[in-house]
């Protein structure tokens, strides 16, 4: 149980960082009420829509939680 919440709070740990990453490479733009994210890689945008709590990535389809794009829009957000 604990070491599953130790992962649990890894992962989450490791996605704000790497929504640092994305919004320090000036990986995050605002689009009206949604924000277009760019992959580290730049290949692909992913939507993320901040006042419903979601993203187009393939890991939000399948945690259905916060993923590092939502992180950086928020990170970006709370910077502009
Ligand atoms: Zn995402």
Redesign the pocket.
Known sequence: MLKEKDTVERGLVQRVERGWILHNLGKVLRDGPLYL?ESSKGKTV?V?DLDRDT???K??RRRRDT????FSAVIFNAKS
Do not use: R
């Not at 993923?67 to 939502?70: F, G, L, Q, Y």
């Open positions: 994210v992913y993320v993203c187009t990535c890991d939000w993923c590092k794009h939502i």
